[in-house]
């Protein structure tokens, strides 16, 4: 993920909507980050619905961003310190006076650096905000009696640059995705022809079910030689149709993720960054997801929508989310992933509410385009014998129409591994609770397949009386009530709370900014990644009210938080709904922000 932000053509992110590509892409935008343009998430706040002015939520647009000049950063020839090899490009951008970049450079931010310190080197040299604690004399940056160069790294994914070249030159051999494509169009025309006969069928039958009546009451067969007749029939199989021979498809196929009673950390545009995730594998979740990636940007090369498919070695059970409106775009995608990544499942997102995404036929628009759907899972699922294809959607699109009980059966009919169902629709976004009673109607028609269920669970509580009230249900999905307080999974396990105090909460800010430098880079660009996610983060986290301070506890995520004052200084701030107060807190940890920094949070995180 990149710190810098920038809006971009609609068809930049999930195609056109007959799902076209285009080669190539401008390389000043691989710092732009998706989504960030949230211009797309609500109408103007002077736009009108019958007549009425629509009030402005949900989302802050054109809010100030800290943007990292390319021309501040020092050549690549120069990091490791003086004595290296001379900058061999002719026109290069960046800095080559050593003196003038360190005297610009900005004061140390601690005496010791993380990455260093872990690994035994830190790669971004005398660029590093904490360079001191590994450089020499010189100013050369130095590697610890420790490290060992053949230690594999701690994240992988992301796109080399060979991958990069394939896909811009449309070099990347597609083959498998054509093939299951057709192979899906078939099964859909054939389903569709069976539908058509069937109704033929019952529109003949109605017709003569008088005729039929009468004669049957004048030559009524007797029971015995009505059983005579039936133990001379072959048995016909009722529902659908099982291959248990050991050749086809699905014959070596083994469930290669277990996704019933497991804690599933939620897809979270922005927020589910890899050191988020982190702390939430670090409290127990069991099965993590990447943030939602667009398949048109993946398929062009575009490094920051790769960067959303990272994985770090603590997340045992990984999934990379896929958005799109084009099956043929999609399968590609969910190709590369399967053949270049390393991912133990792929989710579609057919529940995003972003407009620019739902304009376009991406997103929870795919719930009212069920030949596009259906062409989509039946491919995406067929492209590996050992690779789950999951799907996650809402309730339906309106709030007073719910489609999900309709669509859950067919997703499994059509080879779906498992769905979540978040219990809203996209009209509903947050405003309401979510409806659990309805998440375990849609369970309860699933044959085989799990369903998470998804929604309002902050507390252990919380968990227990969602799995009571949806016995069906497999697995729980956990989203803002993880954003809010990552232990949940941890009190859910042991079944108590836990109230941390602020000295352990301030540590664990301080981790999630020692994995942001690692992930991010601890040079003044990565610094200020991190500081913008964290204060991102602190977004949500303001909302935790600690147990002994709660007027009605259990605390309710869609409840306005309660003012109180803290049980110190520390708890205080962090109890703070000023942006202002979150900036404060993020110096603590990153040292001052730069001359002319400003905040303003993404989400409004303290609706109802």
Not at 176 to 197: C, F, G, N, P, Y
Not at 217 to 231: L, N, R, T
Not at 323 to 333: D, F, K, L, S
Not at 462 to 484: F, K, N, T, W
Request: net charge neutral.
């Amino acid at each position: 993920m990149e710190p810098g932000i920038c809006y971009i053509k609609p068809e930049y992110l999930i195609g056109e909507a007959n799902g076209s590509q285009q080669s190539g892409g401008n390389e000043g935008e691989s710092n732009k980050r998706k989504h960030e343009d949230d211009a797309d998430t609500q109408n103007e706040a002077g736009s009108k619905r019958g007549g009425k002015k629509e009030r402005k939520r949900g989302q802050n647009k054109n809010r100030p961003v800290f943007k990292d000049e390319r021309f501040s950063h020092l050549c690549h020839s120069l990091i490791e310190g003086p004595g290296g090899a001379p900058c061999a490009l002719q026109n290069c951008r960046y800095v080559h006076d050593l003196d003038a970049y360190l005297a610009a450079k900005g004061e140390e931010l601690g005496s010791e650096c993380y990455v260093y310190a872990t690994k035994g080197h830190c790669n971004r040299g005398v660029t590093c905000r904490f360079a001191k604690s590994h450089t020499d004399a010189e100013g050369r940056n130095i590697k610890a009696p420790h490290y060992n160069e053949q230690t594999p790294p701690t994240t992988c994914n992301g796109i080399s640059a060979e991958l990069q070249v394939r896909l811009r030159k449309h070099d990347y051999d597609f083959t498998r995705s054509k093939e299951v494509i057709k192979l899906a169009e078939k099964l859909r025309d054939e389903r569709k022809q069976a539908e058509q006969e069937k109704k033929q069928e019952a529109t003949q039958k109605t017709g003569q079910a008088a005729t039929e009546t009468a004669q049957e009451a004048k030559h009524e067969v007797p029971v015995d030689i009505q059983q005579e007749v039936m133990q001379d029939q072959p048995t016909k199989p009722i529902g659908s149709a099982i291959d248990d021979s050991t050749s086809g498809r699905d014959a070596p196929r083994k469930p290669v993720i277990d996704f019933r009673e497991k804690l599933v950390l939620s897809p979270l545009t922005t927020v589910g960054n890899l050191p988020f995730r982190r702390i939430c594998k670090e409290f127990g979740a069991d099965i993590t997801c990447g943030e939602m990636a667009c398949a048109v940007p993946l398929l062009k090369g575009l490094g920051q929508e790769w960067a959303l498919t990272k994985r770090h070695e603590s997340e045992d059970i990984f999934g990379v989310q896929l958005c799109g409106n084009n099956p043929n775009v999609i399968t590609q995608a969910a190709q590369v992933l399967h053949e270049t990544a390393r991912v133990d499942y792929i989710d579609l997102n057919i529940g995003c509410p972003i407009d620019l995404i739902y304009q376009q036929g991406g997103g929870s628009a795919l719930m009212r385009r069920t030949n596009i759907l259906e062409l989509t899972v039946r491919s995406c699922a067929a492209l590996s014998n050992k690779l789950p294809f999951t799907v996650k959607m809402r309730t339906g699109i309106y709030a007073d129409k719910s489609v999900a009980h309709e669509l859950l059966p067919l997703v499994e009919e059509w080879g779906a591994s498992a769905v979540t169902l978040h219990g809203r629709s996209r009209e509903q976004r947050y405003t309401k609770s979510a409806n659990w009673d309805y998440i375990e109607q849609c369970a309860a028609q699933a044959k085989e397949m799990p369903v998470i269920g998804n929604g309002d669970i902050l507390s252990y509580q919380d968990y227990v009386e969602r799995r009571e009230q949806a016995p069906h249900v497999s697995s729980v999905m956990i989203g803002r009530g993880a954003l809010i307080k990552p232990w949940i999974f941890q009190e859910i396990k042991e079944q108590k709370f836990w109230s941390p105090t602020s000295s352990q909460r301030f540590e664990l800010l301080r981790r999630y900014c020692n994995y942001g430098l690692e992930h991010w880079g601890s040079d003044t660009k990565g610094v200020e990644s991190t500081r913008r996610f964290l204060l991102e983060w602190q977004s949500f986290l303001y909302r935790y009210i600690p147990e002994d301070l709660q007027q009605s506890p259990p605390q309710k995520i869609n409840a306005r938080p309660q003012k109180y004052r803290g049980r110190d200084e520390m708890e205080t701030l962090m109890s703070s709904n000023n942006a202002a107060d979150w900036v404060k807190l993020s110096e603590m940890l990153l040292g001052t922000v730069p001359q002319g920094f400003s905040f303003v949070p993404k989400h409004k995180a303290n609706a109802f």
